[in-house]
């Protein structure tokens, strides 16, 4: 464990972590937080991203074999009081493991190298409770990439990053881009694109989903507006059978994403 226990919140290395809790900082240094085990196991697998690693001493014993792992790869590990650990989280109870990792994302070109057929694009879409779930669903569904649009939430927002699982360090994720542009280089590439939109004429029943496609998820409160939705190939909604109203976007875009999945690889 290098040197003592952290237990001033002032001191300045705590201050450089906390201090990527606001996205401009992110931005600057070019590094955000990834809090709990399965965040920085996930890190860890991928060489050079994990910067330095924060434990408290209960998780340190908890969770010996990351600590281990983060020390052979030459991470450096700091050992911090539960007041400072209280301080770098976003958490009501934090797990004590806490991660300073270098930005992961990509380029639009760079993430649809290859021939992808299964892609998540995100359009204004803020909650990043939301935005993380869409991102664990996509990779559960075996997509090619997710798309982060230029007026979306930042997917290294503290609590998109939770609810990605992971899932951020596992497929190659895009940010900043604008929809036309994103939406351009994708039907370049052959892929069908399809707004999902409580609104859309046809349904998932209605449509063939068995060759590539892109799927474009719209604000939590708004949807998609026309501009966006006239990009696309096609407007589906998922089909309600109950008395629902409607689904949140995190569960539509699972369906769809899925949905997709399930037709291309049907023999």
């Given at each position: 464990?290098?040197?003592?226990?952290?237990?001033?919140?002032?001191?300045?290395?705590?201050?450089?972590?906390?201090?990527?809790?606001?996205?401009?900082?992110?931005?600057?240094?070019?590094?955000?937080?990834?809090?709990?085990?399965?965040?920085?196991?996930?890190?860890?697998?991928?060489?050079?991203?994990?910067?330095?690693?924060?434990?408290?001493?209960?998780?340190?014993?908890?969770?010996?074999?990351?600590?281990?792992?983060?020390?052979?790869?030459?991470?450096?590990?700091?050992?911090?009081?539960?007041?400072?650990?209280?301080?770098?989280?976003?958490?009501?109870?934090?797990?004590?493991?806490?991660?300073?990792?270098?930005?992961?994302?990509?380029?639009?070109?760079?993430?649809?190298?290859?021939?992808?057929?299964?892609?998540?694009?995100?359009?204004?879409?803020?909650?990043?409770?939301?935005?993380?779930?869409?991102?664990?669903?996509?990779?559960?569904?075996?997509?090619?990439?997710?798309?982060?649009?230029?007026?979306?939430?930042?997917?290294?927002?503290?609590?998109?990053?939770?609810?990605?699982?992971?899932?951020?360090?596992?497929?190659?994720?895009?940010?900043?881009?604008?929809?036309?542009?994103?939406?351009?280089?994708?039907?370049?590439?052959?892929?069908?694109?399809?707004?999902a939109d409580g609104a859309g004429k046809h349904t998932l029943d209605d449509v063939d989903l068995s060759g590539p496609t892109v799927w474009i998820f719209g604000n939590e409160a708004w949807g998609l507006p026309e501009e966006i939705r006239a990009e696309a190939?096609?407007?589906?909604?998922?089909?309600?059978?109950?008395?629902?109203?409607?689904?949140?976007?995190?569960?539509?875009?699972?369906?769809?994403?899925?949905?997709?999945?399930?037709?291309?690889?049907?023999?």
């Amino acid at each position: 464990m290098a040197g003592s226990e952290l237990t001033n919140v002032k001191s300045p290395r705590v201050k450089a972590a906390r201090r990527l809790a606001k996205r401009a900082f992110r931005e600057q240094d070019r590094r955000f937080l990834a809090e709990g085990p399965q965040a920085v196991r996930e890190a860890l697998k991928l060489d050079g991203v994990t910067l330095e690693l924060f434990v408290t001493a209960e998780a340190e014993l908890r969770h010996a074999e990351l600590i281990t792992q983060a020390r052979l790869q030459g991470v450096p590990v700091h050992r911090a009081s539960g007041e400072v650990m209280s301080e770098l989280t976003q958490t009501v109870t934090p797990q004590g493991l806490l991660a300073v990792c270098r930005l992961v994302h990509v380029p639009l070109e760079e993430a649809l190298t290859g021939e992808p057929k299964l892609v998540a694009l995100l359009a204004h879409v803020r909650d990043p409770g939301n935005a993380g779930t869409v991102m664990r669903a996509a990779d559960a569904a075996g997509a090619d990439a997710v798309v982060f649009t230029d007026a979306s939430v930042d997917p290294y927002n503290g609590k998109c990053v939770r609810a990605s699982a992971g899932s951020l360090f596992h497929l190659p994720v895009v940010i900043g881009a604008p929809v036309a542009a994103a939406v351009r280089q994708l039907k370049e590439r052959g892929m069908r694109v399809l707004a999902a939109d409580g609104a859309g004429k046809h349904t998932l029943d209605d449509v063939d989903l068995s060759g590539p496609t892109v799927w474009i998820f719209g604000n939590e409160a708004w949807g998609l507006p026309e501009e966006i939705r006239a990009e696309a190939d096609d407007v589906v909604r998922v089909p309600i059978y109950g008395q629902a109203e409607s689904l949140n976007l995190a569960t539509a875009a699972a369906v769809c994403l899925y949905s997709s999945a399930r037709s291309q690889r049907v023999p």
